[in-house]
Structures are given as C-alpha cells and as structure tokens.
C-alpha cells in the first residue's frame, strides 16, 4: 500500500450503531487530520493530531472520537450519529516540522458515510 | 482568521483550450503556504500545485501554473492544453501554521467541465 489509505470506502449506520473509520499513512509522516466534507460546503477541519497528540478540535461534537495510537494510524470512532452527520470524510497526513515550513497535506479517498 | 474565497462556482473549457480558476484569500500572515488541490469523480483530494507566499516566482507543474499576486492576495490556477481527465472540483486552500500544527483553510470549490 502507498500513500494514505481509509477503511471502509463506504458505510452505512443507525443513529444507535457504534463503527470506526480507519486511517493509514504510508509516508512516514508525524501529523494527521480528519476532514468532513458535506455537500455544498467546504472542507471542515475536525482534529489534527501531531506526534500521536491532539493539537487541534475544531469544536466537534462528542459523538465524534478520535484515536491515534502511532503516527502511522488513525481511527474516527462513531456512535449516536445524526442523520446530518452523513457526509464524506477525509483524512490526511503530513510531516509538520516544528518551525513550519511546506507541511503539505496528502489525502486518502474518503469513507462514505451515510446515517439513517 | 483566514478566508478563502472562489468566485467561480462552475467553469468550462474546451479541450486543448487554457482555463483560468480564480481564488483571493484574507490574511494578516506574511508568510504561507497556498494550494491547489484537485478532486474527481473518485472523491480523491489530489494535490495539484503549490506555492511558497515567499517566493514572488510563480509555480508551475507541466500544464498547471499560478498566478500569485501576494499584494492584492490572489491565486488562481491555469490550466493550459485542457484534458477530459482535468474535469473536476478544484480546491483552492491556505496553509496556516499555529505553532503546533498545520491547518488548511479551503474554498468552496469549482467544477470545471472539459468538452470535446
């Protein structure tokens, strides 16, 4: 496998259904993202962790819970989602050095989520 | 906070025509980080070009290059020769960097049509 890969590429649940979306980067990169993009909206920002830490929680709701075990993963975990929670969801990784610099962000193809 | 902004929510381009995607973004950084991301039919989220806010020459990569104006914080993307496999949504987004991650901001996005 090569570049960032996500686990399932398409998911359907109930509003009472507990799943995980899985995210692996084949790049030996140190930071990650999940992005929800719905439609007609742009790209939001949901949680960057860098070094297997959470740096940012752009106010997602609690029904959303990530994990980062290493560098290398990254899981989304769902439970008692809203139907408005359905949308496309992107993770991307990168490699963030302390000072900044081009930090460019390489995405996966998405998991389809849909919640009934 | 920064924004970013595309004017254009649909385009459309001739094969081996030149297109032209316009993008303005609001900062009070002096240094960045813009892109231009491209993402098909497949849902991918593929990076097109990048360009350093530093660098006054623009980017270019084969039959993609920018227009950068820093002064008047403008970026759009040209498209030369265009191809049946350039129709897409194109993103434009802003790489911000807080001290302890990266961030992109992204437009709303064009759809780009390619005809015969």
């Known amino acids: 496998e090569t570049g960032v890969t996500q686990t399932p590429r398409h998911l359907v649940m109930g509003m009472t259904n507990k799943k995980s979306l899985k995210c692996e980067q084949h790049?030996?990169?140190?930071?990650m993202y999940w992005y929800k993009q719905s439609a007609k909206k742009p790209l939001e920002l949901m949680f960057v962790y860098n070094f297997k830490e959470q740096t940012e929680n752009n106010s997602v709701p609690s029904r959303f819970s990530p994990e980062c075990p290493n560098s290398s993963h990254l899981f989304l975990h769902l439970h008692t989602l809203q139907p408005e929670d359905s949308a496309l969801y992107l993770c991307a990784s990168s490699q963030d050095g302390t000072s900044g610099g081009e930090n460019t962000q390489y995405f996966g193809p998405g998991t389809r989520l849909t919640v009934l | 906070a920064q924004t970013v902004t595309q004017s254009q929510p649909e385009m459309s381009v001739q094969e081996a025509e030149t297109v032209t995607l316009s993008c303005t973004y609001d900062t009070s950084e002096s240094d960045y980080y813009l892109f231009w991301y491209k993402q098909p039919p497949s849902r991918q989220m593929i990076l097109v070009i990048r360009q350093e806010a530093y660098k006054q020459q623009n980017a270019t990569e084969n039959r993609f290059s920018v227009n950068f104006q820093k002064a008047a914080k403008s970026f759009s993307l040209k498209i030369s020769d265009s191809q049946l496999g350039d129709a897409a949504m194109y993103f434009c987004a802003y790489r911000s960097y807080t001290g302890t991650a990266s961030k992109l901001t992204f437009g709303t996005g064009t759809r780009l049509q390619v005809t015969l």
């Open positions: 790049l030996g990169h140190n930071a």
